[in-house]
């Protein structure tokens, strides 16, 4: 399964709202996709289990949703903070993992 | 406090081996399958490998398969891949990270260490 994630780099202001896409090659089961925020020097952090199910200490600006192929990370709101590179990932079971490329919101 | 510290990083010539550890902490470790993931400098990130809970399912992306080796020792809440015949291209930064679900089955690595740096250069 391969994952393409849509545009590569935002350039935005804060208080904008963005949409992040996620495709993937074919049909997935939806509790295997989870989304991941990454800041410049630091590890990978989770944003939520499955499409939609936001992992503990995420502002509820940060939602998702999607099934089978589409899958999209919204942020409402960006605030300073919600600057990073953000990625899909897929658990194929029970033999892989497959990360998209990535999509880097940047300042305007 | 729920944490992974990796270790074992380093410069390493092509050809040559190296031993990464993960150690966790502030859970219970022997619960929990685990993961290594890589990334490479400016790239994005790359699954290497996963190990079950008990060490029963065992498994490597198509880059690694043959050349590097992950193992656990529960006893230790300590995380290993030993890593043989590195090539330039495995030069990354390398994080363990906890496999976990959510209540509703829903499935994510939610927990992850600093990194450890590996460069493979002559």
């Known amino acids: 399964i391969v994952l393409t994630q849509s545009p590569g780099t935002l350039s935005l202001s804060p208080g904008e709202r963005v949409t992040l896409s996620c495709r993937a090659s074919?049909?997935?089961?939806?509790?295997?996709l989870a989304w991941y925020q990454q800041k410049p020097g630091q590890a990978p952090r989770l944003l939520f289990y499955g499409p939609s199910s936001r992992a503990t200490g995420i502002p509820d600006r940060f939602s998702g949703r999607g099934s089978g192929t589409d899958f999209t990370l919204t942020i409402s709101r960006l605030e300073p903070e919600d600057f990073a590179v953000y990625y899909c990932q897929y658990y194929d079971r029970p033999a892989s993992v497959t990360f998209g490329g990535g999509t880097k919101v940047e300042i305007k | 406090e729920v944490q992974l510290v990796e270790s074992g990083g380093g410069l390493v010539k092509p050809g040559g081996s190296l031993r990464l550890s993960c150690a966790g902490s502030g859970f219970t470790f022997s619960s929990y399958s685990m993961n290594w993931v890589r990334q490479a400098p400016g790239k994005g990130l790359e699954w290497v490998s996963s190990?079950?809970?008990?060490?029963?399912?065992?498994y490597y992306s198509d880059s690694v398969k043959g050349r590097f080796t992950i193992s656990r020792d529960n006893a230790n809440n300590s995380l290993y891949v030993q890593m043989n015949s590195l090539r330039a291209e495995d030069t990354a930064v390398y994080y363990c990270a906890r496999q976990s679900r959510d209540p509703y089955g829903n499935y994510g690595l939610d927990v992850w260490g600093q990194g450890t740096t590996v460069t493979v250069s002559s």
């Open positions: 074919q049909i997935v089961t939806n509790i295997y």
């Open positions: 190990i079950s809970a008990t060490s029963s399912y065992i």
